[in-house]
């Protein structure tokens, strides 16, 4: 499956079922990494060094302690940035991760998958392929048997469908659901049929 996958931490609950998701797709010796985004850019003055140690030392306790109740070995990995999204994908390009997961919102019914803002964020302009894990998937782990992935005709669409049937003929997941407007004939036909 995925030979490197960044997981979103954060406080939120979809942190744990982006966890839960991201080690069902990790491949076998993959690497794991939990990243953390916290307020203030390091790039950009306007945060006062205590408040950026203040953060550094809470996003630290926070990967520590995720990694500790998960009993991973998983690398961990924080940083400063004007947006989570921005700072997702920072250490997502860094760390050449070809899979970046990320929780739904709080407030999506348990199995659905909700975009949040920081959850778009993350989706626009991602280095590498990302993955949304359904609400309450950390508490039911379960085999996925759909994969959907939003279509839009851009090269990293068409990669996110190759992607994605790659990975259901990996782990016999029943379909590859295609949406979008300018989705292609034939994955409209399989997402139908399941095929």
């Known amino acids: 499956m995925f030979r490197h996958v960044v997981v979103g931490i954060d406080e939120d609950p979809g942190s744990r079922d982006a966890l839960a998701l991201a080690r069902a797709l990790l491949g076998k010796d993959g690497r794991l990494t939990l990243a953390h985004v916290h307020r203030g850019d390091p790039r950009i003055r306007t945060v006062s060094p205590e408040l950026a140690a203040t953060e550094r030392t809470g996003a630290r306790r926070l990967l520590e302690s ?14 400063g940035a004007a947006s989570v999204g921005r700072g997702l994908h920072e ?19 348990f199995g659905h998958a ?8 993350a989706l626009n302009g991602a280095p590498c392929a990302v993955a949304l894990a359904p609400a309450g998937y950390g508490e039911r782990p379960a085999v996925v048997r759909e994969i959907g992935v939003g279509y839009d005709g851009s090269p990293e669409s068409e990669h996110a469908v190759v992607l994605a049937r790659r990975a259901r003929g990996r782990t016999g997941r029943q379909g590859v ?9 034939s994955s409209r036909r399989r997402s139908r049929t399941g095929g």
């Open 177 to 185: 659901g295609v949406r979008g407007d300018r989705a292609p004939r």
């Open 66 to 79: 995720v990694r500790a109740q998960a009993g991973d070995d998983a690398r961990l990995q924080w940083t």
């Open 114 to 121: 909700t975009l949040s803002a920081h959850t778009r964020d």
């Open 91 to 109: 250490i997502a390009e860094h760390d050449d991760a070809d899979l970046l997961v990320v929780g739904s919102s709080r407030h999506t019914l």
